[in-house]
């Protein structure tokens, strides 16, 4: 410090004032006029290196972005009154920049000199953690603009309910809660069979539950429902009650329409629309099991003579009539009754509850009256009747099986007076020729030991694989042994598209015996070189080339090398983009498909796509996870991971397992770190002001700790900053406090 005419008393009583003290004209430049010892150790600079580096310009000293806006806020501010507030940066010695408050007051000299008195002090960490908030609230925003979820904030308190603007740009409508007390607001626009799932998730959350997850549909400003998902986190106060729920919309429509079409497929027969064999007997289980009390009766149905139609009339029209039946025979029972298609001509009714057998009669009366009628007014009149065998629960049958067997011979009985009748079971259905073994069925669904040989199976047997499975790899190994053998090919594959969509990998493969595998010859091919092979699926999701050498040239190259005569491939779609296909080679010569062998495979290929994708999907997640868990390990901060109560370790970053090799997950981090029985009284989470100090390491930690969710537990992730240095620093005294 300069001397001074005030003289020795004024200068100790100006370097006691906390903070940096300096006085200056005035002018433009903010000529100093002197300093206090603060000001020097704030910026790190002796009298001398101000003058001789800056010649006492105190402006030269400023950030140069904060220079114009401090001299006009100065002509301002001090034009209008003698006290002012700033806040700049200021250089220091170390080129490293403060932000400083400056609370400035205008004085005159002893001979009217106007001067600046201004008192400064450091405001660094608050500006940082400003400026960190800033950014982490500006990356939220970013992130909530472009994400498509809707995210929500349940207040349990005040019972309000906050919505991200995406609810607008999803159902086309503001969102509207007006509380628990109002249920009609409440779930106006969820799907009514969907309210009481909803209404209980929301209860759990409000009673304190730490995760929740309902699906439910929510209606659009078209009056369209859509499936969303719905996923909420509870938070608490520091006595454990549940404050909020904070969470995430999910739209998942198209996701669950798929699912649901995928597994109606798999159920319905592909001709009628009506359960097929294997759907048809699990409804009928599951109704006889469930032991109903009224009288449920089972009929089975076989078209009198139906080959002859097919024979006479071609196999068209023989599709035609079935498919007419099929929809007159549910238009004769309830909703609720079981109606499927059990073999080539043959259907099974499962009428249920019903109160006398004098309904199954009448019902019975009116399936023969619709069978002969109603193809007699065609331009061409067909005839086609039927026989019909009625076997009542549960004098007839206690379970499916027997039941069904009752049911077989009563229709044995019908046929054997001359067809076009019915026939209930009793005595006289019992066989006098040794045919208690004949079933319209066949051994399969009589024996209850059904393969997979229709087709209908099949695709149910896919769809109960991929969807039950743990191992979607090994369910789609499995899968393609099964349909490659199944249909007698020579290769069945999957090809996935590159994201850009120009090159295809083939990535799963199974090989008939004696063929060779391609797989691995197969990675990274184009697309598009030298043709455009995604053009043959432009028109048709199915690719079928009886005779490889009818292709282009490059492609008869192409799969000429693999020994391939005839294939066949069906396009697998994400949303309306080619995502890959699924393909079946044969190799010992060219090749027919059925109508219906197409029809199967292209089912099961949607099925593979759907699960595939959603594979992929949870494989981009984990490959996130691992790409969030490098960017921790690159961090210059030990960072963990603890439970809320128990304090246990579930992370550790690569900072800390170099710091502590021995320092492990399941342990308590201040046992680990420590060597403690208990948590350290410095930590944030126990109320310390989170600097520690650790004297196993010899370091010195700023500690900051957030809340948040380690899967379902509450967790809290702690990262500590290395301060040894500033510890370590002139002047800092610090207890070294474990």
Avoid at 670 to 691: I, N, V
């Amino acid at each position: 410090m300069q001397n001074h005419p005030h003289g020795q008393e004024y200068q100790t009583l100006l370097n006691n004032i906390p903070g940096g003290v300096q006085q200056c004209l005035n002018d433009e430049a903010f000529t100093l006029v002197e300093v206090n010892q603060g000001f020097l150790d704030l910026f790190g600079y002796s009298r001398q290196e101000i003058m001789e580096r800056f010649a006492d310009r105190y402006i030269e000293m400023l950030h140069p972005a904060d220079r114009p806006q401090l001299l006009a806020e100065a002509a301002q501010q001090l034009g209008c009154g003698e006290k002012a507030t700033f806040q700049y940066r200021v250089r220091c010695k170390d080129g490293s920049y403060k932000w400083v408050m400056d609370n400035a007051q205008l004085i005159y000299n002893e001979n009217g000199e106007e001067r600046i008195f201004c008192v400064l002090t450091d405001i660094t960490e608050q500006r940082n953690i400003r400026e960190e908030q800033r950014l982490s609230l500006e990356l939220h925003q970013i992130i909530m603009d472009q994400a498509t979820d809707i995210l929500f904030v349940w207040d349990f308190a005040g019972d309000t309910m906050s919505y991200s603007s995406n609810w607008e740009k999803k159902f086309g409508y503001l969102p509207t809660y007006h509380g628990l007390s109002r249920p009609d607001t409440v779930y106006q626009n969820i799907h009514p069979d969907d309210i009481p799932a909803l209404r209980e998730a929301m209860t759990a959350a409000k009673n304190g539950s730490a995760f929740s997850t309902v699906e439910a549909r929510v209606q659009n400003k078209k009056g369209r429902y859509l499936w969303c998902r719905f996923r909420a986190t509870d938070q608490y106060d520091e006595f454990g009650s549940p404050l909020k729920a904070v969470g995430v919309i999910t739209d998942i429509d198209e996701e669950k329409r798929k699912l649901d079409d995928l597994k109606k497929r798999a159920e319905l027969d592909a001709l009628t629309g009506l359960y097929n064999r294997a759907e048809t007997e699990a409804r009928i289980r599951r109704h006889l099991a469930g032991q109903p009390n009224g009288l449920c009766a089972l009929f089975v149905i076989d078209i009198d003579n139906f080959k002859a139609i097919n024979d006479g009339l071609g196999h068209l029209l023989g599709d035609a009539v079935l498919t007419e039946l099929g929809a007159e025979m549910k238009k004769l029972t309830r909703q609720s009754d079981v109606v499927g298609r059990i073999g080539g001509d043959e259907f099974a009714i499962f009428l249920k509850d019903f109160p006398t057998v004098a309904v199954a009669k009448k019902k019975a009366e009116g399936l023969l009256e619709m069978f002969r009628s109603l193809f007699r007014r065609e331009k061409r009149p067909v005839e086609v009747t039927c026989s019909i065998g009625i076997a009542i629960h549960p004098q007839d049958g206690a379970d499916f099986p027997s039941l069904y067997h009752s049911a077989d011979l009563a229709l044995y009985q019908a046929k054997s007076r001359g067809r076009n009748q019915y026939a209930f079971f009793g005595p006289q259905s019992e066989s006098p020729v040794g045919v208690a073994d004949h079933t319209a069925l066949g051994a399969d669904i009589d024996s209850d030991q059904r393969g997979l040989g229709a087709a209908g199976e099949l695709t149910d047997y896919v769809f109960q694989t991929l969807y039950s499975s743990c191992d979607l790899d090994q369910a789609i190994g499995l899968i393609l042994e099964i349909v490659g053998k199944r249909f007698d090919v020579s290769r069945a594959y999957i090809f996935e598209n590159s994201e850009d969509g120009l090159h295809t990998s083939n990535t799963y493969e199974w090989c008939g015996e004696g063929v060779a595998p391609e797989k691995e010859n197969l990675q990274h091919c184009s697309l598009v070189d030298p043709l455009d092979y995604r053009e043959f699926f432009k028109e048709s999701p199915i690719f079928y080339c009886r005779n490889i050498k009818s292709l282009h040239p490059a492609l008869t190259e192409f799969f000429g090398a693999q020994k391939i005569c005839s294939t066949l491939q069906s396009a697998m779609y994400y949303g309306a983009v080619l995502s890959g296909f699924i393909g079946f080679d044969e190799c010992t010569g060219v090749r027919m498909w059925t109508k219906e062998e197409v029809g199967t495979l292209s089912v099961i290929s949607q099925m593979l796509a759907t699960f595939l994708q959603r594979k992929r999907i949870g494989d981009h997640d984990r490959q996130l996870a691992d790409r969030l868990s490098t960017i921790l390990d690159a961090q210059d901060a030990y960072i963990y991971a603890i439970g809320r109560n128990s304090y246990e370790l579930l992370y550790i970053n690569r900072k800390v397992r170099l710091l502590d090799p021995k320092a492990e997950t399941g342990m308590t981090c201040y046992g680990a770190f420590f060597g403690r029985s208990a948590p350290c009284e410095t930590c944030p989470l126990t109320g310390g002001a989170g600097e520690i100090y650790n004297p196993q390491y010899g370091v010195w930690t700023k500690v900051k700790a957030a809340p948040m969710k380690w899967g379902d537990i509450d967790a809290y992730l702690l990262s500590c900053f290395d301060v040894t240095e500033y510890k370590k620093a002139p002047g800092c005294r610090g207890e070294k406090t474990v």
